[in-house]
């Protein structure tokens, strides 16, 4: 690992949120060592910035955990056994709840919040960092310890909902105080399950290599597919709603499988081509090349699996296991073909949507960057070109 002689959030600044590549996910400042005494605080615009510019301890912390720098990257490959195009994995299918009441509130097959009731009645977790419904297209990252909260989360997101600034603020003012000490006795610590998207989990893996509290407390995460996050309100000012004849007030579901799909009142089901949402995407996800959450437990998305069907990408020994036995127990049901070869043939269909979207954000993810890199030095690209050639 290298790293300069001495960073501070000035380096983030520079590197990272001037450049428009922040990805707003919260990590910074709540795992900031001088987070006590109010170095970091997240903005009015959702960016963290300084609090307190002479109480940050310039121990480059926040530089080395966030998901947009290159450091530690490699480390994080390294411990994942990660390889291309998708990262490591163990077995890939379609695989649904059986809960009735998961199924009429998810977004397709309820898998995750299947997965996290087993992990929470089985005395796996202690609670789960999800993002809860407090309005029809808003959310509120919570921490659920019980099933009507994850039933209150069930549904995909696309827009921005930052957990770990919620799971540092649960870890750092409730976790050491009595009540939670008795709400959790005997338990001597606090595991949570995380769901979340490709900068958020990296962000969690790079702080447990650096063993920085409260990573510890992650015992188990979920990542969702992710192509992109972007603002409800974005999208209704864009020229397509009128092409498409959106309202806001008629969509009742959101979507994202192939292409982006929107479900209306009516029960007409509208489709836009990714193309049109990378429009108002986020700056920093454009930046980014993980669309298959690579260094989750298990992986989830909408992406080739039929209606009501969740794609489920195995990564880890430990999501394997909580999956098997989720499986074993009834929580779950997975989609069964009718022989070994239409299977065989299922699940490399399914691997090879995901790799050509895989694919696709890398090479979005490498054009932005270079747009960056000659934006800001056009004779630093040039040189960099012609070196490597």
């Not at 997101?157 to 939670?180: C, D, K, N, R, W």
């Not at 510890?216 to 209704?236: E, H, K, P, R, Y």
């Not at 779950?332 to 949507?353: D, M, Y």
Request: proline share 4%; hydrophobic share 35%.
């Amino acid at each position: 690992m290298k790293l300069k002689e001495k960073t501070s959030f000035d380096n983030l600044v520079q590197e990272v949120i001037e450049k428009g590549l922040c990805n707003r996910c919260g990590g910074c400042v709540s795992f900031c060592s001088a987070d006590r005494i109010g170095a970091l605080e997240i903005g009015e615009d959702n960016f963290p910035r300084y609090a307190d510019k002479e109480k940050c301890l310039e121990c480059g912390i926040c530089y080395l955990i966030c998901p947009q720098t290159s450091i530690l990257k490699e480390e994080v490959r390294e411990e994942f056994g990660w390889r291309p195009p998708i990262g490591r994995y163990q077995d890939i299918f379609s695989a649904r709840t059986t809960d009735e009441e998961i199924l009429k509130v998810c977004t397709d097959g309820g898998v995750v919040t299947s997965l996290l009731l087993y992990m929470l009645e089985n005395n796996l977790i202690d609670g789960a960092v999800v993002s809860k419904r407090v309005g029809l297209f808003s959310r509120k990252p919570i921490v659920a310890t019980a099933r009507s909260e994850l039933m209150q989360a069930a549904g995909s997101q696309f827009s921005e909902s930052s957990h770990l600034q919620e799971m540092g603020a649960e870890y750092t003012t409730f976790v050491p105080t009595i009540p939670i000490i008795r709400e959790y006795a005997p338990k001597s610590f606090l595991r949570l399950a995380l769901v979340g998207t490709p900068c958020q989990i990296e962000a969690i893996r790079k702080m447990q290599i650096l063993k920085i509290l409260p990573a510890d407390v992650i015992t188990f995460t979920i990542g969702l597919f992710c192509m992109q996050s972007f603002a409800l309100d974005d999208l209704m000012k864009k020229k397509f709603t009128k092409k498409h004849q959106i309202n806001l007030k008629d969509i009742v579901k959101l979507n994202v499988k192939e292409d982006f799909i929107l479900t209306k009142n009516s029960g007409i089901t509208v489709h836009i081509p990714m193309e049109e949402i990378e429009e108002i995407a986020r700056p920093a996800c454009l930046a980014c090349e993980d669309f298959a959450n690579n260094y989750a437990d298990i992986s989830v998305g909408g992406l080739g699996s039929p209606d009501v069907y969740t794609t489920v990408l195995i990564r880890t020994i430990q999501g394997k296991r909580i999956y098997t036995e989720a499986l074993r127990q009834g929580y779950l049901e997975k989609k069964v073909e009718k022989t070994i070869g239409k299977s065989k043939a299922e699940k490399s269909r399914l691997l090879s949507l995901i790799e050509a979207f895989a694919e696709r954000k890398r090479k979005r993810g490498e054009e932005r960057l270079s747009k960056i890199i000659d934006e800001e030095n056009p004779l630093e690209r040039i040189y960099s070109k012609s070196e490597a050639v």
